[in-house]
């Protein structure tokens, strides 16, 4: 992930935003996938399990994602929910996952003055 970022999206990045600088990309990354390497970027356990925000969960299992680390979030964070794995498949999970979302999101919508 910290090749990826390095070697795929920063270029074009830079070359939309020039006065980005190639060590504010470095020390990006390093923030992001070297500090604290041992599970979910630059968030340490201590935090998932303190976090008191909603999370909605969607497991996968890719080099990039996973599933081990959705199941570990889940279990860590007091507020969080998980869907179905796998939910892209069939299409009938497929559906009730659509409908888990937007249930969640409509359920944690946030505090306006309005309201």
């Known amino acids: 992930m910290y090749n990826s970022g390095r070697d795929v999206w920063s270029s074009a990045l830079r070359a939309r ?4 600088t190639a060590e504010s990309i470095e020390a990006y990354l390093h923030n992001l996938y070297r500090v604290r390497p041992d599970f979910v970027y630059s968030v340490a356990r ?3 399990r303190s976090c008191q925000t909603p999370l909605l969960v969607m497991p ?3 080099p990039a994602h996973p599933y081990q680390t ?4 889940t279990a860590l964070a007091p507020k969080a929910q ?3 794995f796998p939910w892209r498949e069939p ?6 996952t659509i409908d888990q979302v937007r ?3 409509r ?3 946030p505090v306006t003055q309005g309201r």
């Open 107 to 109: 359920s944690h919508q």
């Open 17 to 20: 935003q020039p006065e980005i």
């Open 70 to 73: 959705s199941v570990d979030i």
């Open 60 to 62: 996968d299992d890719t």
């Open 103 to 105: 249930a969640f999101l």
């Open 91 to 96: 299409k009938d999970f497929l559906e009730k």
């Open 46 to 48: 201590e935090f998932v």
């Open 82 to 84: 998980s869907t179905v």
